[in-house]
């Protein structure tokens, strides 16, 4: 079953308000969780890296501002999208860097929020 | 910086194997990925493999890596059409946690 939930699964906004992505480990802590997101036919692009109780770690060109990281827990993790544009309109995808029994530590991904701003 | 490299499409039939390769350019990479993404969901860990090994097989699943050359690669025996699906190959970065992805091969199986 599904380690890591992400919600909401699709989320279609006007331009100008903020949108709130949940990201939840299942059945592990994750110190650490990551923000992808993905264009289409693009690859996943990291927009930074979050660790529990820190600031997070944007990319560069990544505006922290407009895409606001809380990680306020071990199994928590949240995405703002502040004053969404349609530019904003993507696939946006969380990981979370834990260690399930018996596997190597490794990241694993959320289903993906799909966003689209009017 | 990091690249990960892959080509983009590979189209084969029901039954045959399917080989999808990948080059990175991080030969510090401790662990390297092969994830896949069905349409409209999210990335599913599929293998992986240490960088000091040269092959992993995992059922249907054979990666090999060259770690001279930087080329990894991931054999799908007995493709099925359940198979079709994007495969991205990763690396670590060089901090050693975040994941650097290629753009990902689109793979589609015909009966």
């Known amino acids: 079953g599904a380690v890591v939930s992400q919600h909401p699964s699709r989320v279609i906004c006007k331009s100008g308000t903020s949108v709130k992505i949940e990201c939840r480990s299942l059945?592990?802590?994750?110190?650490?969780m990551f923000w992808y997101r993905q264009f289409p036919k693009k690859s996943l692009m990291l927009m930074a890296t979050?660790?529990?109780?820190?600031?997070?770690?944007?990319e560069q060109g990544v505006e922290k501002d407009k895409f606001l990281i809380n990680h306020a827990s071990l199994t928590l993790s949240t995405l703002t999208v502040t004053s969404a544009h349609p530019e904003d309109s993507s696939f946006y995808i969380c990981?979370?860097?834990?260690?399930?029994?018996?596997?190597?530590?490794?990241?694993?991904f959320g289903p993906g929020t799909r966003l689209l701003v009017l | 910086g990091e690249d990960v490299e892959q080509s983009l499409f590979l189209s084969v039939r029901e039954g045959d194997s399917s080989v999808i390769n990948c080059t990175y350019t991080d030969s510090s990479s401790t662990y390297l990925y092969w994830y896949k993404q069905e349409p409209g969901a999210g990335l599913q860990l599929l293998t992986y493999?240490?960088?000091?090994?040269d092959m992993k097989q995992d059922q249907r699943l054979t990666v090999l890596l060259n770690k001279k050359d930087k080329h990894l690669s991931l054999r799908i025996a007995d493709t099925q059409t359940g198979d079709s699906a994007i495969y991205f190959c990763?690396?670590?970065?060089?901090?050693?946690?975040?994941?650097?992805f290629g753009k990902g091969t689109t793979l589609s199986v015909s009966s």
């Open positions: 059945d592990f802590q994750a110190t650490t």
């Open positions: 979050s660790n529990e109780g820190s600031k997070a770690t944007y």
């Open positions: 990763a690396e670590n970065d060089q901090a050693g946690t975040a994941l650097i």
């Open positions: 990981s979370a860097r834990g260690q399930l029994a018996g596997v190597q530590e490794t990241q694993y």
């Open positions: 493999i240490f960088s000091n090994m």
